[in-house]
């Protein structure tokens, strides 16, 4: 403020404008504005919920949680990877990545996380559901805490996972965006009446692209590969 200013402090005005001045001194200006609340900082993230059936009747590991002896395995790469433990219960786990590092690292974790549990107990099923959307996060207790619809529709997946018996179900909007490059198969399905979605949802099941068997070799090939004056020895076809 320069010196003329502070000499002369502005008057208060009269008439109409009365209000508008009065509602900027007291800080009221702001509930007449309609952009004048924040809202809420917003975040697109990846989730993988997983579930693991039957802990306590598995023999030898009675009262033992697999999956956290698990989880303290794959940890670092899930945190070198950008992801983080949204929530974890005994036999059950949330995973959260940004959308961005997500849609890369969501379907390796998953059968990296399979693959360590079925070392521990050779026939152990591991239900998996996956998605992206947008979260609220909000700070918690120990790790941040996220709210959203998407939350809602993972769940909803993986109880239409545990009915089918499938490995890992991913979400439409999630499977857009996943690397095509990683050896995985991705095979339609579409879920009817599954709690959180008003709709049928498109979905995909996920399973590993096992590596193609050598082709044998045709009757030409063979007679190519055998020397001059050998055709004799060929085997009988």
């Known amino acids: 403020m320069d010196t003329l200013s502070a000499a002369h402090p502005p008057t208060r005005p009269n008439g109409p404008s009365l209000w508008k001045w009065l509602l900027r001194s007291v800080g009221l200006e702001t509930w007449f504005h309609p952009h004048a609340a924040a809202q809420p900082a917003r975040e697109e993230r ?6 693991l059936p039957g ?12 999956l956290n002896v698990v989880l303290r395995e794959c940890l670092p790469a899930v945190r070198t990877g ?7 219960q005994s036999g059950s786990l ?15 974790t998953y059968f990296q996380l399979r693959e360590r549990l079925r070392r521990q107990a050779r026939h152990q099923e591991l239900f998996g559901a996956a998605s992206l ?5 909000r700070s918690g207790r120990g790790r941040r805490q996220y709210r959203g619809e998407v939350l809602t529709h ?10 089918l018996g499938h490995d890992l179900l991913v979400s439409a909007a999630l499977h857009h965006r996943l690397d095509y490059t990683l050896p995985f198969r991705y095979d339609l399905h579409v879920g009817f009446n599954l709690p959180g979605h008003r709709y049928p949802a498109t979905l995909f099941r996920v399973t590993p692209e096992l590596p193609s068997e ?12 055998t020397p001059t004056g ?7 076809l």
């Not at 950008?82 to 974890?88: R, T």
């Open 230 to 236: 050998k055709v004799s020895s060929l085997p009988y």
């Open 154 to 163: 993972v769940a909803g997946m993986l109880r239409e996972n545990q009915q």
């Open 94 to 108: 949330l995973l959260t990545w940004p959308a961005e590092t997500g849609q890369r690292e969501v379907v390796p």
């Open 214 to 225: 050598p082709t044998p070799p045709s009757f030409t090939e063979l007679v190519t590969a």
């Open 55 to 66: 802990v306590s009747g598995i023999a030898g590991k009675a009262g033992a949680d697999l």
């Open 82 to 88: 950008g992801g983080e433990v949204a929530s974890h």
């Open 133 to 137: 959307g947008w979260v609220t996060p």
């Open 46 to 51: 990846v989730f993988l919920r997983l579930i």
